[in-house]
C-alpha cells in the first residue's frame, strides 16, 4: 500500500465520517438490538400513573449559598464527594468527582451535580406520587428528617423520613466506593384506609452540558434501555417533541461525553418512561403504572438504583452484572464499530497495564494491527511494486495506443495478467484501515482514561488536539493567527513519515502534473489532521512508520530478485 493508499484511507475515513453523519445518524446497536419502533412524538395514554408536573420559578442564587441555606447529608467515598438535600426528601444535588480536574493542571474538580436554585440545576430525585387527592406525600417543598446517621458513606446507609397524621415516607440510602447509590422507599400506614402509591424517580437539568457534543458518532442527551429496544433523543429533539413509553424492564439515563446519570427502577414492574422538556427543564424520568397498594396498619416498599458517575468501561461493565442492569454498557456510545472498537479498547487497556501509559498503548496496538494484516499489505506492496517495474512498458502501450483507447485498455490488462499483477489490490488494504482509524477515533472520543493523559514530557493530553505550534515557534512567542495554523509537533511528525513513504511510490507517477499535486499532500493532509485528538495522530504516526519499513523491505525484496 503506497502513500496514495494512506491519502486514500484517510480521505475516505473522513468521508465515512461525514456521509453517514448525513444520510445514516441512527446508530444500530452491534448486539442488534432494534431501535425503539414508536415515534417519539407519541405520547402514552393508557396509564394510570399520576402527573409529576411542578410549575414553580426558583429564584437562583450561588452554588454555595444554595448549599448552605439547605439542612443536608453529606456523603463521600473514594472516588466522589457531595451531599443530599433534606428539602424534597432525598435529591441527590451536589456531586463532584475527587479523580477529574475541569482543566488540565488545574485543581478544580468536576462538578457534575448543582441544587435546583443554583447556576446550571441538575439533580435526581425519587419518592411516592398518587393520585388521592386527600393524601400528601413527599415533594420538593418537603423537609424530611434524619433517623440515623448524618453522614453517607459506604457500609453506613442513612435513613431519612416524614410523616403525617396516617403515613410515615422513609427513605434508606445507600452508597458504594464508585458511583452507585441505592435508594429503598418505604411507607407505612397508621389507619384502617388503603391507598395506591405510584414509586417514580426523576432526572432534570437546566441547562445543556458545557462539553455538547453534536458530531453523530457520539450521543449526548437522554437514554434509555426500553424493553429490548435502545432509545437515544437529543435534547433538541426532546425539546420539541415528547417522548413517552410504557416498559417492563430497562432504565432511564442522561449521558454527557464522559458522564452520566442513570435510574433503574425496580425489577419486574411495569413503567412508563417519559423524557420531555417543561418549565424551562429536560427531564428524564420513570413511574410505576399500576402502583402499589397500600393497606391499612401495613407498609410498602420499593428500590432503585442510581448510577451517577464517568463512563468508564470497568465501572460500567461490574454495575451491569452485579446489579443486573441489562444493556447497561450501551452508555458507552461505542455505535456501528462496536464489534472492532470493543476488542481495540480491550487491547488497549491491556497494554496500558503493561506499560503504565495510554501512547504506548495505542503504539503497541497500531504494531498489533500491522502484525495481523501484514500478509494483506504485503501482497498489497509486492503487486504495487511489479507495477512499479512496469511503469516503462505501460508507457509504451500509452505511446503506442494513445488514439485508441479501448485497446489501450486491453494491452494493459494482457500485461498485467502475464505479470500476475492485480491493480485493484491496494483497495482492500485501504478498507481494512478505514475501520480501525474510525474505531481509535471513537475511542479516544469516548474514553474518559484518555483525558488529560500524558505521553512523553512534551504531550499532556492524548485525548486534546497537540498543544504545541509550529507557527508560535512552539510557545516562544505569541500572535493571532488563523485556527488552521495551529500545527503542533505531533501533526509534524505525521507529514514527515508521510512524506517519506511517499517517496517509495513517487518514481510510479509519470505525469509532472500529478507528481506536483502529491507532492503537496503531505501538508494538506498534515494540516487537516492538527486539531484531531493527539492519541489519534500517534496512531497514525507509528502506522506511517511500519508502513514505511514495510515498503522499503518488499521494494529491497523485489529488486534485489531482479539483479
Not at 443530599?84 to 488545574?106: E, R
Not at 402502583?291 to 442510581?306: C, F
Request: glycine share 4%; proline share 4%.
Amino acid at each position: 500500500m503506497d502513500t496514495r493508499n494512506v491519502i486514500a484511507a484517510i480521505s475516505l475515513s473522513a468521508c465515512v465520517i461525514v456521509l453517514w453523519g448525513l444520510f445514516f445518524v441512527e446508530s444500530p446497536d452491534p448486539n442488534k438490538i432494534k431501535k425503539d419502533p414508536i415515534e417519539k412524538t407519541k405520547v402514552v395514554e393508557n396509564s394510570e400513573a399520576p402527573s409529576l408536573d411542578q410549575n414553580e420559578e426558583i429564584k437562583k442564587i450561588s452554588r454555595d449559598d444554595a448549599i448552605k441555606k439547605s439542612s443536608r447529608i453529606f456523603f463521600e467515598n473514594e472516588n466522589v464527594f457531595g451531599s443530599i438535600n433534606l428539602m424534597g426528601c432525598g435529591i441527590i444535588d451536589d456531586f463532584t468527582f475527587k479523580k477529574y480536574n475541569q482543566k488540565l493542571n488545574s485543581k478544580e474538580k468536576v462538578v457534575l451535580l448543582n441544587p435546583e436554585n443554583a447556576k446550571d440545576p441538575y439533580l435526581i430525585n425519587t419518592s411516592w406520587a398518587t393520585n388521592s387527592l386527600n393524601i400528601k406525600t413527599p415533594d420538593n417543598k418537603t423537609i424530611c428528617k434524619i433517623q440515623n446517621n448524618s453522614k453517607l458513606t459506604p457500609g453506613n446507609p442513612v435513613t431519612i423520613y416524614w410523616e403525617n397524621d396516617q403515613l410515615r415516607f422513609e427513605k434508606t440510602i445507600s452508597i458504594d466506593n464508585k458511583y452507585l447509590f441505592k435508594i429503598k422507599q418505604k411507607v407505612i400506614n397508621f389507619s384502617t384506609n388503603s391507598y395506591l402509591f405510584h414509586p417514580y424517580g426523576q432526572i432534570l437539568r437546566e441547562n445543556l452540558p458545557a462539553d455538547l457534543t453534536k458530531f453523530f458518532i457520539l450521543h449526548n442527551g437522554f437514554m434509555a434501555y426500553a424493553e429490548d429496544d435502545l432509545v437515544e433523543e437529543d435534547y433538541d429533539d426532546i425539546k420539541k417533541d415528547k417522548y413517552s413509553r410504557v416498559v417492563n424492564k430497562g432504565f432511564i439515563s442522561m449521558q454527557d461525553s464522559y458522564w452520566m446519570a442513570a435510574l433503574a427502577p425496580e425489577k419486574g414492574r411495569e413503567f412508563r418512561i417519559d423524557f420531555d422538556y417543561k418549565n424551562k427543564k429536560y427531564r428524564a424520568s420513570f413511574i410505576d403504572t399500576k402502583g402499589i397498594e397500600l393497606k391499612g396498619n401495613s407498609s410498602i416498599e420499593n428500590n432503585t438504583k442510581i448510577i451517577i458517575g464517568a463512563k468508564t468501561v470497568k465501572d460500567i461493565n461490574f454495575y451491569q452484572k452485579s446489579e443486573d442492569i441489562e444493556k447497561l454498557d450501551l452508555s458507552v456510545s461505542w455505535g456501528v464499530f462496536y464489534i472492532i472498537e470493543k476488542p481495540m479498547w480491550y487491547a488497549l487497556e491491556y497494554f496500558y497495564k503493561l506499560t503504565g501509559n495510554w501512547g504506548y498503548a495505542i503504539i503497541l496496538l497500531t504494531i498489533v494491527i500491522r502484525i495481523v494484516f501484514f500478509p494483506l499489505n504485503q501482497m498489497s506492496f509486492k503487486s504495487m511494486s511489479r507495477m512499479k517495474k512496469l511503469s516503462p512498458q505501460i508507457n509504451q502501450i500509452k505511446a503506442k495506443y494513445a488514439h485508441d483507447k479501448m485497446e489501450m485498455q486491453k494491452a494493459t490488462q494482457k500485461l498485467f495478467k502475464a505479470n500476475n499483477v492485480n491493480p485493484l489490490s491496494g483497495c482492500l488494504p485501504i478498507l481494512v484501515t478505514i475501520p480501525f482509524f474510525f474505531g481509535m477515533y471513537k475511542i479516544i472520543m469516548l474514553m474518559v482514561d484518555f483525558r488529560h493523559q500524558e505521553f512523553l514530557w512534551i504531550w499532556t493530553d492524548l485525548a486534546a488536539k497537540d498543544p504545541a505550534n509550529l507557527f508560535t515557534l512552539f510557545g516562544l512567542f505569541e500572535w493571532k493567527h488563523p485556527d488552521f495554523l495551529d500545527i503542533g509537533i505531533m501533526p509534524l511528525i505525521f507529514g514527515v513519515t508521510m512524506y517519506i513513504s511517499q517517496k517509495f511510490s513517487a518514481s510510479q507517477m509519470q505525469d509532472p502534473i500529478q507528481r506536483k499535486i502529491f507532492a503537496w499532500f503531505p501538508v494538506f493532509i498534515t494540516v487537516i489532521l492538527a486539531p484531531f485528538a493527539t492519541g489519534l495522530i500517534l496512531y497514525w504516526v507509528t502506522n506511517n512508520i511500519l508502513q514505511i519499513l514495510q515498503q522499503w523491505l518488499v521494494q529491497n525484496q523485489i529488486f534485489s530478485k531482479e539483479k
